[in-house]
């Protein structure tokens, strides 16, 4: 059997295209892209796309398009294109063991106060510090999809009480309790760690902000690891400079790549790790896309398929 013709779009197409070589041999034909450059003037029309959403939205636009496979589990850029005609799915189910490790890694850092014990150790004094714990803490993870039930289930393995935040409420697995935007005060008022998992849509703009900032306790540590537009940034190095929150861990930040004069940079207690928290690695992604290959040409649903209407 022959593939659709297969374009891909990504700064390690390349990759990408030896992985899908190697299993599917001559049966599929595969042109690449690493640049934006490269993808506007490379695209030749094929139905198929593997790529980047910031890549494929330059060239969305073409009729021709049946399947885009994004390798993001975010799609805001084609979201936001005029096009809807074709079947857009991302990336779910792999990113899960990714940013389950980064939250527990940089929480557990908060609590083991893993920095201070190597400012003591630089400046040569013995300091004994009383580390805090993670168990019978509570995490409000923003967002139940596949990501936030993974990191719901890995923290709920170390005593965390984990409660979730969506869109209608409804109880999710490895959550205790689950909120909806209605109760999202009262969600806020019970989080030790609260942690941003949420896509980028005009509901979830800067719902973190100066007036439900001051209903989280003050000893509380937040984590976005979802998108930038979730937070108020000048609300958020605000409560920090003013010690209202414990501290903050951004992962995403409205403005990508931050400007060197960006006044995140300097708020204490504060992190920033540039878009790290999960990659997309090809022989992750790979193995899905191959999965869904073998749907769309058996004209079957997709795996991680995208509405449009909601914007994920």
């Known amino acids: 059997m022959k593939y659709p013709?297969?374009?891909?779009?990504?700064?390690?197409?390349?990759?990408?295209?030896?992985?899908?070589?190697?299993?599917?041999?001559?049966?599929?034909?595969?042109?690449?892209?690493?640049?934006?450059?490269?993808?506007?003037?490379?695209?030749?029309?094929?139905?198929?796309?593997?790529?980047?959403?910031?890549?494929?939205?330059?060239?969305?636009?073409?009729?021709?398009v049946r399947w885009v496979q994004s390798t993001w589990a975010g799609v805001t850029p084609l979201i936001k294109m005029p096009n809807t005609s074709y079947a857009l799915?991302?990336?779910?189910?792999?990113?899960?063991?990714?940013?389950?490790?980064?939250?527990?890694?940089?929480?557990l850092a908060h609590e083991l106060k893993i920095e201070e014990r190597q400012s003591f150790q630089k400046n040569r004094k013995w300091r004994p510090l009383t580390s805090g714990q993670m168990s019978q803490k509570t995490a409000g993870i923003m967002g139940t999809g596949s990501i936030g039930s993974a990191v719901a289930e890995a923290m709920s393995?170390?005593?965390?009480?984990?409660i979730g935040l969506n869109n209608s409420g409804q109880l999710t697995p490895h959550f205790s309790k689950v909120f909806s935007q209605s109760s999202f005060v009262k969600f806020l008022e019970q989080v030790d760690y609260l942690i941003g998992i949420l896509p980028d849509l005009?509901?979830?703009?800067?719902?973190?902000?100066?007036?439900?900032l001051k209903r989280m306790k003050k000893t509380a540590l937040i984590i976005n690891v979802g998108r930038g537009n979730l937070i108020d940034e000048n609300a958020l190095s605000e409560a920090l400079i003013s010690n209202n929150l414990?501290?903050?861990?951004?992962?995403?930040?409205?403005?990508?790549?931050?400007?060197?004069?960006?006044?995140?940079?300097?708020?204490?207690?504060?992190?920033?790790?540039?878009?790290?928290?999960?990659?997309?690695?090809?022989?992750?992604?790979?193995?899905?896309?191959l999965k869904n290959l073998n749907h769309f040409v058996k004209d079957e649903t997709l795996e991680g398929l995208v509405d449009f209407k909601k914007g994920y």
């Open 5 to 64: 013709p297969i374009f891909v779009t990504s700064p390690d197409s390349e990759e990408y295209s030896g992985l899908i070589k190697a299993e599917l041999g001559s049966l599929a034909e595969i042109s690449v892209a690493s640049t934006l450059e490269e993808t506007r003037n490379g695209y030749g029309q094929q139905p198929i796309i593997l790529g980047r959403p910031d890549y494929v939205s330059e060239v969305i636009n073409s009729t021709t």
């Open 89 to 107: 799915t991302s990336v779910k189910g792999i990113f899960g063991p990714q940013m389950s490790e980064y939250v527990i890694g940089h929480i």
């Open 246 to 289: 414990a501290g903050a861990i951004l992962d995403v930040t409205k403005k990508e790549p931050l400007d060197t004069s960006d006044r995140l940079w300097g708020v204490p207690n504060l992190k920033l790790t540039a878009h790290t928290a999960a990659e997309s690695r090809p022989k992750d992604i790979v193995g899905l896309f």
């Open 202 to 212: 005009p509901s979830t703009t800067d719902l973190i902000n100066t007036v439900t």
């Open 157 to 162: 393995k170390l005593g965390v009480k984990t």
